[in-house]
């Protein structure tokens, strides 16, 4: 999704009054809770003419239940006071002709009795004309001992157009943050630009590497038969490229296979090696840098300030990493478990939601699953349509089976039990033609 640009106006008729009734109205819930107003300012993007917005809805999630509530204009909608994440949608005609959807989102909002005043500012989705991530597969497979296996770990991305894209120059990049952990960063630049512990970017000097409408690239941790070591697992000495560091600590070396080509590493946080967060606490995404690598290293790096609230104390933190714009972003997906998420680590115009593997943190039934993009149809060649509005709660399926380990029909637990079926996302399952 690239990003517009563009000045914040507030056209009069934007400010949208909202009658919530929670208990305490006359629709026989319990009178003895006060109901709750909510004047909700939509703040369009001047480009935006509010007479060509239609479709508008809102969405309230009740962070503590997890139950959904969703009203357009005129309807009346029960709720609970409570904490909230809000989102609108609607679509929007603009100037070119050209339809568009409007997105705006409010996380952790307190909904309280008495008259409660919000503000949204829409922006404009559009869906990236590049390469996605389709999945990520993070958390790892088991040995037959019960233990983890590590380097087998994968992110896969997609041409989702109808044009040759090349994937030289593409990065991808890991987030410092974490969805488990909120705090207070100063100064915040997650308006302007996300916060990063790794890069790692595909060599090429711009056409070295196309990439065909329909066609997939394997990035994997480590590009080697892991059967070898661990026979639960499964053979990337195929990927198309795979990620290697240069340790600096002698007891954990990484390995550099002879059958993948490496990415070139602009910067870690590590001195050993790299590896996806195999609970998915972090957010991963793709970018395309128009400034070289030393001018980035030079001149994105960002120093911040929080504090730690424990129970000995409040304690002052600094730390250090890069900064990526979120003009450069492509795409970006946030991973969580429900029992710890706190936030998005990057603004709503990149991602307003995210996925996960596991249902807690360290959650054993994690092992051999990935988030995978979902597929929402089949071009005319019979290539998966994948879905991209930039909400990665709807856009992926969370905790299925790795498409390489059904690709290659490896074991899909710790017993060893062969995978038996191929699908295109997970859970759509392909025809029986498409295999053979």
Same mark, same amino acid.
């Given at each position: 999704?690239?990003?517009?640009?563009? *000045?914040?106006?507030?056209?009069?008729?934007?400010?949208?009054?909202?009658?919530?009734?929670?208990?305490?109205?006359?629709?026989?819930?319990?009178?003895?809770?006060?109901?709750?107003?909510?004047?909700?300012?939509?703040?369009?993007?001047?480009?935006?003419?509010?007479?060509? +917005?239609?479709?508008?809805?809102?969405?309230?999630?009740?962070?503590?239940?997890?139950?959904?509530?969703?009203?357009?204009?005129?309807?009346?909608?029960?709720?609970?006071?409570?904490?909230?994440?809000?989102?609108?949608?609607?679509? +929007?005609?603009?100037?070119?002709?050209?339809?568009?959807? @409007?997105?705006?989102?409010?996380?952790?909002?307190?909904?309280?009795?008495?008259? $409660?005043? =919000?503000? =949204?500012?829409?922006?404009?989705?559009?869906?990236?004309?590049?390469?996605?991530?389709? %999945?990520?597969?993070?958390?790892?497979? @088991? *040995?037959?001992?019960?233990?983890?296996?590590?380097?087998?770990?994968?992110?896969?991305?997609?041409?989702?157009?109808?044009?040759?894209?090349?994937?030289?120059?593409?990065?991808?990049?890991?987030?410092?943050?974490?969805?488990? %952990?909120?705090?207070?960063?100063?100064? #915040?630049?997650?308006? %302007?630009?996300?916060?990063?512990?790794?890069?790692?970017?595909?060599?090429?000097?711009?056409?070295?590497?196309?990439?065909?409408?329909?066609?997939? =690239?394997?990035?994997?941790?480590?590009?080697? /038969?892991?059967?070898?070591?661990?026979?639960?697992?499964?053979?990337?000495?195929?990927?198309?490229? %795979?990620?290697?560091?240069?340790?600096?600590?002698?007891?954990? @070396? /990484?390995?550099?296979?002879?059958?993948?080509? $490496?990415?070139?590493?602009?910067?870690?946080?590590? *001195?050993?090696?790299?590896? @996806?967060?195999?609970?998915?606490?972090?957010?991963?995404?793709?970018?395309?840098?128009?400034? #070289?690598?030393?001018?980035?290293?030079?001149?994105?790096?960002?120093?911040? #300030?929080?504090?730690?609230?424990?129970?000995?104390?409040?304690?002052?933190?600094?730390? *250090?990493?890069?900064?990526?714009?979120?003009?450069?972003?492509?795409?970006?997906?946030?991973?969580?478990?429900?029992?710890?998420?706190?936030?998005?680590?990057?603004?709503?115009?990149?991602?307003?939601?995210?996925?996960?593997?596991?249902?807690? /943190?360290? /959650?054993?039934?994690?092992?051999?699953?990935?988030?995978?993009?979902?597929?929402?149809?089949?071009?005319?060649?019979?290539?998966?349509?994948?879905?991209?509005?930039?909400?990665?709660?709807?856009?992926?399926?969370?905790?299925?089976?790795?498409?390489?380990?059904?690709?290659?029909?490896?074991?899909?637990?710790?017993?060893?039990?062969?995978?038996?079926?191929?699908?295109?996302?997970?859970?759509?399952?392909?025809?029986?033609?498409?295999?053979?």
């Amino acid at each position: 999704m690239k990003l517009l640009n563009t *000045q914040i106006i507030i056209p009069a008729w934007v400010l949208l009054v909202v009658s919530i009734l929670t208990p305490g109205c006359d629709d026989g819930l319990d009178a003895t809770l006060p109901a709750s107003n909510v004047t909700i300012n939509l703040e369009f993007p001047a480009e935006v003419d509010p007479s060509d +917005v239609s479709n508008e809805e809102f969405m309230f999630l009740n962070v503590s239940n997890g139950i959904s509530t969703s009203f357009r204009r005129g309807e009346t909608l029960n709720l609970i006071p409570g904490l909230y994440d809000i989102s609108y949608s609607a679509t +929007v005609e603009l100037p070119n002709a050209a339809s568009a959807t @409007l997105k705006a989102l409010r996380q952790s909002v307190v909904l309280t009795k008495g008259d $409660n005043n =919000l503000i =949204l500012s829409p922006y404009i989705n559009i869906t990236a004309d590049d390469l996605i991530i389709s %999945e990520i597969f993070f958390t790892g497979t @088991l *040995q037959r001992s019960g233990n983890q296996y590590y380097g087998d770990d994968y992110i896969k991305l997609y041409n989702n157009t109808d044009k040759v894209i090349y994937a030289d120059g593409l990065t991808i990049f890991e987030s410092m943050f974490t969805t488990t %952990e909120k705090n207070n960063y100063t100064p #915040d630049i997650m308006g %302007e630009a996300m916060t990063v512990d790794a890069l790692y970017t595909i060599p090429g000097s711009g056409t070295d590497h196309p990439v065909n409408p329909g066609e997939y =690239l394997l990035i994997a941790d480590t590009g080697v /038969d892991h059967r070898v070591m661990n026979p639960n697992s499964f053979d990337l000495s195929g990927a198309d490229w %795979e990620w290697y560091d240069v340790s600096t600590v002698p007891s954990s @070396l /990484d390995i550099d296979s002879p059958s993948v080509e $490496n990415l070139d590493k602009w910067y870690c946080y590590t *001195q050993s090696f790299w590896m @996806l967060h195999n609970r998915g606490f972090k957010a991963y995404g793709v970018a395309r840098i128009p400034v #070289d690598k030393q001018i980035y290293l030079k001149d994105y790096f960002y120093s911040f #300030d929080y504090e730690i609230v424990t129970q000995a104390g409040t304690f002052p933190m600094s730390r *250090q990493a890069y900064r990526l714009p979120n003009d450069w972003i492509v795409d970006v997906v946030n991973c969580s478990v429900a029992s710890d998420y706190q936030w998005n680590v990057c603004t709503p115009r990149l991602d307003m939601g995210w996925t996960y593997c596991g249902s807690f /943190d360290k /959650d054993k039934s994690r092992f051999f699953h990935a988030v995978r993009r979902k597929m929402i149809g089949l071009t005319p060649s019979g290539k998966p349509i994948l879905q991209d509005t930039n909400n990665s709660t709807v856009d992926f399926n969370p905790m299925v089976t790795p498409s390489e380990i059904e690709i290659q029909g490896t074991a899909k637990d710790a017993y060893g039990t062969p995978c038996t079926v191929r699908t295109y996302d997970g859970v759509t399952p392909m025809p029986v033609d498409m295999l053979q």
